[in-house]
């Protein structure tokens, strides 16, 4: 294996024992007080902080990647997302949704703070596979009675404003101590992705 694939590897190797390894989810996203449609959906990605490190990683980590990474990576975990939002208003089950999200976050911002620079394949790869947690998690949610539709719509346009989010804060890396700034944001959600972790296994 080539040496520069080692650190990514290692990641991928824990992330993937974790998942499969923990018991039934813990932690909850249900949500209250919103009306079932697009409003409902646009609140739900900035609901809960283990989403938000997670979706901000992957334009972060995109940046770190860069071209073609840098907007295939965006685009493509909301379309994996709306799918695994799809399993989840359906009622597919899939198990440890929640220590998936958690390592998610872990993953992606440890991929960021050590500047893993991943084959686009396998990076597209990672982040779809992060994006079904994600997706599930939402769907399975959808209030009772909701436009599902409408409400789909809504965290997918949420989720693509958080990785613009990451890649504005990754875009720091052209300026002087931008590099330094961009490697502590993914350093602090990796550690919001282990302290969830920690619950999600608690």
């Known amino acids: 294996m080539p040496r520069h694939l080692l650190p ?49 990683a992957v334009g972060l980590w995109g940046v770190v990647l860069g071209p073609p990474a840098l907007w295939l990576l965006p685009v493509a975990f909301p379309l994996v997302m709306a799918l695994g939002g799809l399993l989840g208003m359906l009622g597919v089950p899939i198990p ?13 911002g440890l991929m960021v703070l050590f500047e893993i620079r991943a ?21 399975a949610e959808l209030p009772s009675g909701g436009d599902a ?20 804060i990754g875009e720091a890396r052209r300026w002087r ?4 700034l961009a490697r502590g944001a993914g350093a602090v959600i990796a550690l919001v992705g282990l302290l969830f972790l920690q619950k999600a296994l608690a």
């Open 8 to 56: 990514l590897s290692l990641v991928l190797a824990t992330a993937g024992l974790l998942v499969l390894g923990a018991p039934a989810p813990v932690l909850a996203h249900a949500e209250a007080g919103h009306a079932g449609g697009f409003l409902s959906g646009l609140l739900h990605p900035v609901s809960g902080l283990d989403h938000v490190v997670a979706m901000v």
């Open 96 to 108: 440890g949704v929640e220590i998936g999200i958690a390592v998610s976050g872990l993953a992606m």
């Open 119 to 139: 084959p686009l394949a396998l990076a597209a790869l990672v982040v779809a596979a992060f994006a079904v947690f994600h997706g599930h998690a939402h769907g």
């Open 149 to 168: 539709l409408l409400y789909s719509l809504g965290f997918v346009i949420a989720t693509g404003l958080l990785h613009l989010t990451g890649i504005l």
């Open 177 to 180: 101590g931008g590099r330094a």
